[in-house]
């Protein structure tokens, strides 16, 4: 289907289905943990890495139901950081693996080039 070609259906928003509390945003984290191939332990890193001291019992209390005693209230403002922190980090990984990866082409290639000068040459030399 192109740009301009008509959907079957038009377009029509889901009804709420549920009150929306900023100061309770835990079953909006647990859907994007969910449907996202996000770690847990990641997102600690992520938010260790710009100085949020978040441990693990931290974010196991954002991904229990409010029934459970371990709950703590995850807010909107606290959301968006969080996802804000998982980003800057997984750019922050990426750039880090592509730089290590350039230095190994790099010194592979330092290596060839010694072994194609040292070519003909023997020890009488």
Do not use: C
Request: hydrophobic letters at 40%; charged letters at 30%; aromatic letters at 6%.
């Amino acid at each position: 289907m192109s740009d301009f070609d008509a959907p079957a259906r038009l377009y029509t928003r889901p009804p709420m289905t549920r009150g929306v509390d900023p100061q309770r945003m835990n079953w909006l984290w647990q859907l994007i943990l969910q449907a996202t191939d996000l770690d847990p332990r990641d997102v600690r890193s992520a938010l260790n890495a710009i100085g949020v001291g978040a441990t693990d019992k931290l974010l196991a209390s954002w991904q229990v139901t409010d029934a459970h005693e371990d709950y703590f209230p995850l807010t909107i403002a606290e959301l968006e950081r969080n996802l804000r922190a998982v980003i800057a980090w997984k750019a922050k990984r990426d750039q880090a693996a592509e730089g290590m990866a350039d230095a190994e082409n790099e010194d592979s290639a330092a290596v060839d080039a010694t072994a194609d000068t040292d070519v003909g040459k023997t020890d009488e030399s």
